[in-house]
């Protein structure tokens, strides 16, 4: 008798127990949920790292890297005004370059080799998928990009650490096709969101874009996370 009337009054302590257990352990998964809330708006408002400033290049450093990179495949094209521009453009921290060029004499098939230390890319051919269909359908295969005589190029050398383009260690290079036209600049991502708001829908932006006009229309080059497409 005595067992059972212990083992009635534990019954009835767990049955008035689990409305308390119940309410913790709501509060403790609420709690939880604003943890991951409060740090995914921290994250979606944290800025990106800025590039370190570093002084504007001259002549002589722009073609040694251009040397370093691309040896003698190409040739940069110093009359052009401006012939290469700065700026973090795949949103790494780190100052990258991009600099009008022109193929070498001679030199189209180190260019188009699928074994060169850079990557051949035509952004006006690049498809994005559709942000307005859930089941995206794959594209074709792309024809390979090809260099030809007379085209003009823009090399881009992406950054490594604080002294970005500068440091021998950046390595991931490209040479982009049908992408040099007039008025280029850089712009921050910052400056080029800001006026836009609300009004213009813009595909995701990474980094700084380049700003120039190309074939008449104005518009910009970007990186998309992958590889640079033209958006206009």
Same mark, same amino acid.
């Given at each position: 008798m005595g067992n059972f009337r212990l083992d009635a009054e534990t019954l009835v302590l767990k049955t008035i127990d689990w409305p308390v257990k119940t309410a913790l352990r709501a509060i403790r998964v609420f709690l939880c949920l604003l943890i991951v809330a409060a740090s995914a708006v921290s994250w979606g408002c944290a800025k990106r790292e800025k590039a370190p400033h570093i002084p504007p290049p001259g002549p002589a450093e722009i073609q040694d890297a251009v040397t370093r990179v691309y040896q003698?495949?190409?040739?940069?094209?110093?009359? @052009?005004? $401006?012939?290469?521009?700065?700026?973090?453009?795949?949103?790494?921290?780190?100052?990258?370059?991009?600099?009008?060029?022109?193929?070498?004499?001679?030199?189209? $098939?180190?260019?188009?080799?699928?074994?060169?230390?850079?990557?051949?890319?035509?952004?006006?051919?690049?498809?994005?998928?559709?942000?307005?269909? @859930?089941?995206? @359908?794959?594209?074709?295969?792309?024809?390979?990009? @090809?260099?030809?005589?007379?085209?003009?190029?823009?090399?881009?050398?992406?950054?490594?650490?604080?002294?970005?383009?500068?440091? $021998?260690?950046?390595?991931?290079?490209?040479?982009?096709?049908? %992408?040099?036209?007039?008025?280029?600049?850089?712009?921050?991502?910052?400056?080029?969101?800001? $006026? %836009?708001?609300?009004?213009?829908k813009l595909p995701r932006l990474n980094g700084d874009v380049i700003m120039e006009t190309l074939a008449g229309k104005p518009g910009f080059l970007y990186w998309t996370g992958a590889k640079y497409a033209w958006y206009h």
């Amino acid at each position: 008798m005595g067992n059972f009337r212990l083992d009635a009054e534990t019954l009835v302590l767990k049955t008035i127990d689990w409305p308390v257990k119940t309410a913790l352990r709501a509060i403790r998964v609420f709690l939880c949920l604003l943890i991951v809330a409060a740090s995914a708006v921290s994250w979606g408002c944290a800025k990106r790292e800025k590039a370190p400033h570093i002084p504007p290049p001259g002549p002589a450093e722009i073609q040694d890297a251009v040397t370093r990179v691309y040896q003698n495949a190409v040739s940069v094209e110093a009359d @052009r005004n $401006p012939s290469f521009i700065v700026g973090d453009f795949n949103a790494d921290g780190s100052q990258d370059l991009a600099v009008v060029v022109k193929p070498a004499e001679g030199m189209l $098939p180190e260019i188009n080799s699928e074994v060169a230390n850079w990557i051949l890319e035509d952004p006006q051919k690049v498809v994005l998928p559709d942000p307005n269909r @859930r089941v995206q @359908r794959l594209p074709p295969n792309p024809e390979p990009v @090809r260099v030809e005589k007379g085209d003009v190029l823009l090399a881009v050398i992406h950054g490594y650490g604080p002294t970005g383009w500068h440091n $021998p260690d950046a390595k991931q290079t490209y040479l982009l096709k049908n %992408t040099v036209g007039s008025n280029m600049r850089s712009q921050p991502i910052e400056e080029l969101l800001s $006026p %836009t708001k609300g009004k213009t829908k813009l595909p995701r932006l990474n980094g700084d874009v380049i700003m120039e006009t190309l074939a008449g229309k104005p518009g910009f080059l970007y990186w998309t996370g992958a590889k640079y497409a033209w958006y206009h």
